[in-house]
C-alpha cells in the first residue's frame, strides 16, 4: 500500500524568485496536507549528507553549491499515494521534460536548478522526512516514523 507521506523541498533558487507562495498553494491545491515545514539553509555538510546518494556523480559539488546558496523550504506532505501524486505535481527532473503546469515546469531554472526536491520512493520519503525534522515537528506526529 502507497504511503501517505512525502517529502519536499523548495530549492534557493526559487525561494530567491519569490516562489514559495505560488508552489505552496499548488501543493495546496492537490489536497495535500503540510504536516510539518520549516525555513532553513543548508550548510555544507548537511546538503553533502542528505544527497549523499550523487556522491561521485559529475553534478554532485554544482548541486551541493546550489542548495548551500540561500535558504530552502523543507516540509513533510501528507495525502493518500503522497509520492506517486507529489512526483506527478512537480514533474521530471529536467523542465524542458515536464509536463505543462507541473511546478518544475512553471518554476524551475535548469535541470540543476529544478525548483523542488520529492522524495522518489515511500523509503525515501521516510528518511528525508526525519533528516529534516524530529517527531516533535510533524502534526500528526503519531503517523511517520
Not at 553549491?65 to 523550504?73: C, D, K, L
Not at 506532505?77 to 506517486?84: D, M, R, S, T, Y
Not at 512537480?90 to 523542488?116: D, H, M, Q, W, Y
Request: charged share 30%.
Amino acid at each position: 500500500m502507497p504511503g501517505r507521506f512525502t517529502f519536499t523541498m523548495i530549492k534557493p533558487g526559487a525561494v530567491r524568485n519569490e516562489f514559495i507562495g505560488p508552489i505552496l498553494a499548488m501543493i495546496n491545491e492537490k489536497k495535500f496536507h503540510i504536516a510539518a515545514m520549516k525555513y532553513i539553509w543548508l550548510t555544507q555538510k548537511e546538503a553533502r549528507e542528505f544527497y549523499s546518494v550523487h556522491k561521485g556523480k559529475p553534478f554532485y559539488e554544482s548541486l551541493v553549491e546550489f542548495m548551500t546558496s540561500g535558504p530552502v523550504v523543507a516540509a513533510i506532505l501528507e495525502k493518500e499515494n503522497a509520492v506517486e501524486d507529489y512526483r506527478k505535481l512537480i514533474g521530471a527532473t529536467n523542465p524542458i521534460e515536464a509536463e505543462e503546469g507541473t511546478i518544475r515546469r512553471l518554476f524551475a531554472e535548469s535541470l540543476e536548478k529544478n525548483a523542488v526536491h520529492g522524495s522518489d520512493s515511500d523509503e525515501n520519503a521516510i528518511n528525508e522526512c526525519n533528516f529534516f525534522f524530529s517527531k516533535y515537528e510533524r502534526f500528526p506526529m503519531e503517523d511517520l516514523k
